[in-house]
């Protein structure tokens, strides 16, 4: 298995261990860091695992790789097939360029932690570039981008297995797009993911071909191709 495959399962058992409750063949974040979860392959017994995992009417998000079949105690939330795209760029300096591309916005970058916590979770709440819960910033390094004193723009890292990190959360309030604040963002966490000797990849939507664009423009090639599946215990 390549080490990007069933990635939220391997992450659960690397990694992120420390943030993992599991049970026999499912794994899950614990619920104030992500609603992910992993199973070891979908099957029924896996669903059972991971049904102990949560409460009656819990929800959680899974990648598979085909699109979600109905399983016995679980409903369909929302599906959507995505595209998983890994960093093929060799050189750092290739990087860097991009960065000096927009120096003015390189000198607003801000870190972020427990303080901006609400401020983070209220920007990914009206921008969705998915789940995003109170200690989310647990799992890396988060940077952002104020104006007039709001938060407008942000990125960081998630996802952790060995030799790789991914790059998450990558959102522009509405009102402030088109100022490249995203690829600033990404460089930033970008070299700090390739300085640590690792590949930064990451998960978009098949259908946002305007981000998929930018991300293709820093360097990023398809790796696969995966289903989200929101679930929700019945």
């Not at 890994?86 to 801000?110: F, G, P």
């Not at 000797?197 to 990023?220: C, K, Q, S």
Request: proline share 5%; net charge neutral.
């Amino acid at each position: 298995m390549h080490t990007l495959e069933n990635v939220i399962w391997q992450a659960l058992g690397t990694r992120h261990a420390q943030f993992a409750e599991s049970s026999k063949s499912a794994r899950r974040f614990i619920p104030e860091v992500t609603s992910l979860a992993g199973l070891r392959q979908p099957s029924p017994d896996a669903y059972e695992s991971l049904a102990v995992l949560l409460p009656s009417q819990g929800t959680t998000a899974l990648f598979l790789d085909e699109p979600y079949s109905k399983q016995r105690g679980w409903s369909l939330v929302a599906g959507m097939p995505l595209l998983q795209m890994a960093w093929k760029n060799a050189e750092l300096t290739e990087l860097a360029s991009l960065a000096r591309q927009s120096q003015d916005e390189e000198d607003t970058i801000l870190e972020l932690g427990v303080t901006e916590s609400g401020e983070m979770i209220a920007l990914t709440a009206l921008t969705k570039p998915g789940p995003f819960n109170t200690r989310t910033h647990e799992l890396g390094s988060y940077f952002g981008i104020r104006r007039n004193g709001r938060l407008v723009s942000m990125a960081g890292e998630r996802l952790k297995v060995p030799g790789f990190t991914e790059v998450s959360a990558v959102c522009t309030h509405p009102e402030h797009t088109g100022h490249g604040y995203a690829a600033v963002l990404m460089n930033r966490v970008m070299q700090g993911i390739l300085e640590r000797g690792e590949t930064p990849f990451l998960h978009v939507r098949e259908d946002n071909l305007r981000a998929i664009d930018l991300y293709r423009r820093l360097g990023f090639q398809t790796h696969q191709r995966v289903h989200l599946a929101v679930i929700r215990k019945d």
